[in-house]
């Protein structure tokens, strides 16, 4: 069974600077998806940023961007210019594209702090 | 563009008493259909899923049951509650595609007493 380990149960980062939030996973497959949801404090789910195992190129959306090692089963998170938005609960997910592929595998979170 | 709605927003509901959580999205057809629980400081444990109308897949057994009567509509129910059902409910919709991302609802709070 795949897991996903987020090591930091809390960060914390100044407005303005940067910060990268860790993941790792365990899986035997190949081929799979890789996803960071932020959950602020309303809760609901929001997706940040999404990678293809396949794909050298790591993802980018605006100031968030990943850093995915996928022979050290790695998929860090770092957002640039923190603002007070990005306060928040941030959760690393994985997805295998075989026939489980509906499937997302959580990690327990990082609760991300912008401080002015 | 799609969006999903959940209700209640909130619950209050006394030991044994029945459940029934609602989940529509709009905007797409034939979606894959999910319905997670969060615990208090902990990540999202999948509970059912579902690609299709009557097509109910569980994840965990449990107390909870899952029902998709249409296909934009998804239903978690009990017939009696536990404490231990307290938690945060999410639904959540996808293509129905292999690896699509999947779009989480706003959530219901569900307080056991």
């Known amino acids: 069974a795949q897991t996903v380990t987020q090591s930091q149960p809390e960060m914390s980062v100044q407005e303005a600077e940067t910060v990268t939030l860790s993941c790792t996973y365990d899986?035997?497959?190949?081929?799979?998806?890789l996803f960071w949801y932020k959950q602020p404090p309303s809760r609901q789910m929001i997706l940040v940023i999404r990678?293809?195992?396949?794909?050298?190129q790591n993802a980018t959306e605006n100031r968030f961007s990943v850093n995915f090692q996928k022979a050290a089963k790695s998929f860090s998170l770092k957002i640039s210019d923190s603002q007070l938005g990005d306060t928040a609960m941030y959760f690393c997910?994985?997805?295998?594209?075989?026939?489980?592929?509906?499937?997302?595998?959580f990690g327990k979170g990082t609760l991300l702090t912008v401080n002015p | 563009s799609q969006t999903i709605h959940q209700w209640p927003a909130t619950l209050v509901q006394p030991v044994g008493s029945p459940l029934s959580l609602e989940c529509t999205v709009e905007?797409?057809?034939?979606?894959?259909l999910y319905w997670y629980r969060q615990a208090a400081g902990r990540g999202l444990q999948l509970l059912f899923y579902?690609?299709?109308?009557?097509?109910i897949s569980s994840e965990v057994p449990q107390n909870l049951s899952a029902s998709r009567p249409q296909d934009r509509q998804f239903i978690l129910s009990s017939k009696k509650l536990l404490l231990s059902d307290s938690g945060f409910y999410l639904c959540?919709?996808?293509?129905?595609?292999?690896?699509?991302?999947?779009?989480f609802g706003p959530g219901t709070r569900l307080l056991v007493l």
């Open positions: 959540a919709w996808s293509s129905g595609l292999a690896g699509e991302t999947q779009y």
């Open positions: 905007g797409t057809s034939n979606p894959n």
């Open positions: 899986t035997s497959e190949n081929n799979y998806y």
């Open positions: 579902s690609v299709g109308i009557g097509q």
């Open positions: 990678q293809e195992a396949y794909k050298q």
């Open positions: 997910a994985f997805m295998n594209s075989g026939g489980s592929n509906y499937k997302l595998t």
